[in-house]
């Protein structure tokens, strides 16, 4: 399945980590977060992307046909030789399309619509999101519903305690956020072809394509309690980058690995 990959925002949240890398491009340990992305869908053997640039454009063009593959890759250098281990971009297909800097996620996604009108389903994602979510079960659900459209629900990563007040002001409950019945979308979808039949010019993709799709009753949402980080702030990336330290990664094939062995000893 073709993967698109929406990278061409300006990130002004987290413009504090630097003016001169784009988004995409800061870096969670020794690769940038699109490529921990990347991985994650190449692992569960999605690996034809197309890539909706923006912002600093050039730099990821440079990234991905300039830079040196051995620069992101573990390696073994002896007597001057360099050995790759797990090159695994060499097998990928990437496509690098200039979709505009003042353009929403939407207008990005029409502006790539050749490339995936014929197939039968496609991925999206928002490239700055980190899940451990099962895709091969994810997909499997959304081929069953028969639905347009379906995207990654999650809870909100808060700290807050929720308060239930009525009217009066009388406080109901105090509850932790993960006790609440609050999902949000965690920038994940899969999509069928038909999702540019909803869709008009200069319109969000989330706003008002999905809410014909919402009359139509071809929207589904998957709601995932695992793992699931974004990277919107400074802080945001500092935690992630604390986890790759750690060597604390439930998005790669290793972390999920783990995941899974410790739900099989629980069980």
């Not at 340990?29 to 640039?53: E, K, N, T, W």
């Amino acid at each position: 399945m073709k993967v698109v990959l929406f990278c061409g925002g300006m990130g002004t949240r987290i413009r504090e980590y630097s003016e001169s890398v784009p988004k995409p491009l800061i870096p969670l340990g020794s690769q940038p977060i699109m490529r921990h992305v990347m991985q994650y869908y190449a692992d569960y053997g999605h690996d034809d992307f197309v890539l909706c640039l923006g912002y600093k454009a050039n730099t990821i063009k440079d990234f991905f046909l300039n830079s040196k593959p051995q620069n992101y890759s573990d390696c073994v250098v002896s007597g001057g030789e360099v050995e790759l281990l797990g090159d695994i971009q060499k097998s990928w297909r990437i496509s690098l399309i200039d979709t505009g800097i003042w353009r929403n996620i939407g207008e990005r996604l029409w502006a790539v619509r050749d490339y995936v009108k014929n197939e039968r389903m496609f991925l999206a994602n928002y490239s700055d999101g980190l899940t451990n979510v099962d895709l091969d079960d994810m997909i499997a659900r959304f081929e069953a519903s028969g639905k347009i459209a379906c995207f990654l629900a999650v809870r909100p990563p808060l700290t807050y305690h929720l308060a239930d007040i009525e009217d009066s002001g009388r406080v109901r409950e105090f509850r932790s956020s993960n006790r609440s019945e609050i999902w949000i979308n965690g920038g994940y979808f899969l999509l069928r072809p038909e999702i540019f039949d909803y869709m008009r010019e200069g319109e969000e993709l989330v706003v008002e394509p999905f809410s014909r799709l919402i009359e139509d009753d071809q929207l589904i949402a998957y709601k995932h309690e695992g793992f699931w980080r974004s990277m919107d702030t400074l802080r945001d990336w500092q935690s992630l980058e604390e986890m790759v330290e750690r060597g604390d990664m439930p998005w790669t094939h290793h972390g999920r690995s783990i995941d899974r062995s410790r739900i099989a000893k629980l069980s």
